[in-house]
């Protein structure tokens, strides 16, 4: 390990130093008269401190510090009362101090990451664990104890280096070891999380909830080495060990959509939600796989009852529009999906998806139509995608001048697909421009023929 | 909590197929199109191996600093994670990438300056080199034995501050076969010398010889190999030379007439790109692209050319110039005898119907 000195701790010990002689005024008090008076104060700061009058403790405990400046106790607590009012530069100094006079004492140090953290000073705060690390590398449960801090502060390269301390150190409890398993899986060195969760699910004296939580992070780090099958079987062993953890089922039915086992997916979400009736957490993913697998009105129904409990879940929207529009009921679908404009005004081309809703319909109201599309158009200016359907429109209503004028810009904004090609063929014949016509169609089989090539990015 | 949260939480945002780990050697690349933006995402990244990727367990990972040191150390991935990092935008090229080639990819790269980690080592007056090694192994030639990957790099070069041992790539951890946990980076160079998987930091005066750099044949492979009067002259590949490459249309592509965005990427190890120019009649006329300029030199410029071909075939070609004044030849220098620096114009037939 890097045997570096932090050159910031020295310079703060001496600008604290000399701080603290400033501060204090001239003693008369003899040296029992001193120590009784520390002792009162001590107290009267725990006290100010445990009602949580910050400023009284940072006022007793440096009254304190004046009478004994080589107290790490003193400093220390000087220190953690100045954190708590706010001061932090000042609490740095003080804690700074504690861990110079009493080095061999955790307490500072793991109050200057606090400290460090609530300034945003990540440097510092790096400073420190490596001095930590320096000092008390084989202190598992100081690593620990700062790795759970961290992860608390979603500080997670450094939680995940405190975590790898604490079990380099001690081996690390069942919670630390999840901790580090569940980082080393974010992070993807999935061998080492697969070997602390699979330890921590298979350790038999641990309440059943820690075991699922371990083996969901197993079947997590097992699918992302590839190995579906494990990891099937330790998210079903998740759900054996404890059937009310909602985030089980979930990661089950994901691997399966992954695996385009819908009907699987579809199973253990309705078992999950057998479990935990009042979960909302399963419903997007149970309509939209009954949805898949074809089961129609089970899966509009499963989105209705979510979107009556959370109605701000736009997927459910999408889900239920597409499983309107895969059973013909154009109407409904453009109602669905004019309910999600009016839940969420700004949801991209939301009016666009109503506007093609609404052509399907049989007979379409072709003004109401453009209607939308004008809608469309104030969110998206130069979308291909209106401009052809736009350009759908006139042509139903015998416009073809007009329809020509849009669908030629449509293929300008994105000359690599094919529709609008064809549909101005359409137009072009009906305006009695056969070469027009012909030259669109070979245009179209020139975009067909290059097969799955991406689309070109138009110049606007 | 919605199913992107838990994935969030639980990492496995992390399932990838980048993320899978292989037994062989691998060699990918993927259609520069497919990048959005100027950064290339991890699961499209290049991968060039030479040997197979190692299993490597973050708990007993170590990187060893020793060699021509005064006092050597290693260090785990804990104390690389706590030890001052610093994130630098930059291109990685595969120096046999074809002069078409996608084995080219961009990122930002987050890591600890090498000077750093030498400071407290306390390198030798003398010290010339640093090899790199890495955990992977194999033999590089039939004869030679199985040893470390390793490459031998200019102290100089070593010392810059942009010069890195990564572990983060576009604020993610390395996927296993970029190198995870660690791999050395040197931005501005061909990517062989940013050795992947990195495990030992060896400082060597210019005569050390003992190393598996040369062990290994190493030092037999990426030369650049010049024919000249008096025989070839052989000379250490290292800054990439001044490319461009066309991301869209494909090779071969058949275009309908109309207005086209025809867009690439080029960058260069000497200088930021100051322009790019795009021909369609092979190369006898050119015409100035968009250049998304940046005064960051490590990293690729990405440019775009609007076109309104008329049916025809044409011979497309583009071609970049970085900030010293270095420009993409238009063919390759017919006294190189190697097969490195494949930095020439090439020529993409397109027909417009």
Same mark, same amino acid.
């Given at each position: 390990m890097c045997a570096r000195v932090s050159g910031l701790a020295a310079a703060t010990l001496f600008v604290c130093a000399t701080g603290f002689g400033a501060e204090c005024p001239p003693q008369a008090l003899t040296p029992q008269e001193a120590a009784t008076r520390l002792k009162q104060l001590d107290a009267a700061a725990q006290s100010e401190m445990r009602q949580r009058q910050y400023a009284e403790a940072v006022r007793d405990y440096r009254e304190a510090s004046c009478l004994a400046p080589d107290s790490a106790p003193v400093l220390y607590g000087l220190g953690v009362a100045e954190a708590a009012s706010g001061d932090f530069l000042a609490a740095r100094k003080s804690l700074a101090l504690a861990d110079h006079l009493q080095p061999s004492n955790v307490l500072p140090l793991a109050m200057l990451v606090r400290v460090n953290f609530s300034m945003g000073d990540i440097e510092s705060l790096k400073a420190t664990l490596r001095d930590a690390a320096r000092r008390f590398p084989t202190d598992g449960s100081l690593h620990a104890g700062l790795a759970e801090f961290l992860v608390q502060n979603k500080l997670f390269d450094l939680a995940l280096a405190e975590s790898l301390r604490a079990r380099t150190a001690s081996g690390g409890n069942a919670g630390s070891r999840m901790e580090l398993a569940v980082l080393e899986n974010t992070v993807g060195a999935y061998d080492d999380a697969i070997r602390n969760a699979v330890g921590v699910e298979r350790q038999a004296g641990l309440p059943e909830a820690v075991r699922a939580s371990a083996a969901g992070v197993a079947g997590l780090s097992y699918e992302s080495t590839g190995q579906r099958e494990d990891a099937i079987a330790h998210l079903r062993e998740a759900i054996r060990l404890d /059937? %009310? *953890? +909602?985030n089980s089922y979930l990661a089950l039915a994901f691997l399966f959509e992954k695996a385009q086992r819908y009907g699987d997916a579809v199973d253990i979400l309705q078992e999950g939600r057998r479990k %935990? /009736?009042?979960?909302?957490? %399963?419903l997007l993913p149970l309509g939209s796989n009954l949805v898949r697998t074809e089961q129609y009105q089970a899966g509009i129904e499963v989105l209705r009852d979510l979107l009556r409990q959370s109605p701000d879940e736009p997927d459910a929207y999408l889900r239920m529009a597409d499983a309107y529009r895969k059973t013909d009921r154009p109407k409904q679908e453009a109602g669905i999906l004019r309910e999600l404009a009016q839940r969420k005004a700004d949801y991209p081309m939301i009016h666009l998806l109503i506007a093609r809703a609404m052509l399907n319909a049989d007979p379409a109201d072709f003004p109401a139509v453009l209607e939308e599309l004008s809608l469309a158009e104030k969110s998206a200016p130069s979308d291909a995608g209106v401009l052809y359907l736009r350009g759908k429109t006139y042509a139903a209503l015998n416009r073809y001048d007009e329809s020509a004028a849009v669908l030629e810009r449509a293929i300008e904004l994105n000359p690599m697909d094919a529709s609008p090609y064809y549909q101005l063929a359409l137009v072009y014949k009906k305006l009695g421009k056969v070469e027009q016509a012909r030259q669109a169609l070979g245009r179209m089989l020139v975009v067909k023929g290059n097969g799955s090539q991406p689309e070109s990015r138009g110049v606007n | 909590m919605t199913r992107r949260q838990l994935f969030l939480l639980s990492g496995a945002g992390a399932i990838l197929p980048s993320a899978l780990s292989a037994s062989e050697a691998q060699n990918l690349a993927y259609p520069l =199109?497919?990048? *959005?933006?100027t950064l290339t995402s991890p699961d499209l990244f290049f991968v060039r191996d030479h040997f197979s990727e190692p299993q490597l367990s973050l708990e007993t990972w170590q990187l060893r600093i020793e060699g021509r040191v005064a006092h050597p150390y290693q260090l785990g991935f804990s104390d690389l994670l706590e030890l001052p990092s610093k994130k630098v935008e930059a291109v990685l090229e595969c120096s046999g990438n074809a002069a078409n080639g996608s084995a080219a990819s961009n990122g930002i790269w987050e890591g600890v300056p090498i000077s750093y980690l030498l400071e407290p080592a306390g390198?030798? =007056? +003398?010290a010339a080199f640093i090899a790199f090694e890495g955990a992977d192994t194999g033999r590089l030639f039939q004869n030679s034995p199985s040893l470390a990957y390793a490459q031998l790099v200019p102290l100089e070069k070593c010392l810059d501050a942009s010069s890195l041992v990564a572990f983060k790539l576009n604020d993610l951890y390395l996927p296993r076969r970029n190198g995870f946990p660690a791999r050395a980076l040197f931005p501005g160079w061909y990517a062989m010398d940013s050795v992947k998987w990195v495990r030992r930091i060896m400082v060597l005066n210019s005569g050390d010889r003992q190393c598996g750099f040369y062990q290994s044949g190493m030092d037999r492979v990426y030369n650049r190999v010049v024919r000249t009067d008096d025989g070839p002259r052989i000379t250490r590949l290292s800054a990439i030379q001044v490319k461009s490459v066309i991301a869209w249309p494909s090779d071969k592509m058949n275009l309908p007439a109309g207005r086209h965005l025809v867009w690439g990427f080029a960058w260069s190890g000497g200088g930021a790109i100051r322009e790019v120019a795009v021909s369609i009649d092979g190369g006898r006329t050119w015409n100035p692209a968009q250049v998304q300029t940046s005064t960051d030199r490590f990293r690729w410029a990405r440019w775009s050319y609007a076109w309104n071909p008329s049916p025809g075939d044409y011979v497309m070609m583009s071609r970049a110039t970085d900030s010293q004044g270095s420009q993409q030849p238009v063919q390759r220098d017919k006294t190189r005898k190697d097969i490195y620096e494949l930095n020439w114009c090439a020529p993409l037939q397109c027909n417009v119907r």
């Open positions: /059937p %009310l *953890q +909602e %935990l /009736p009042r979960s909302t957490a %399963l | =199109r497919e990048i *959005q933006g390198i030798d =007056r +003398e």
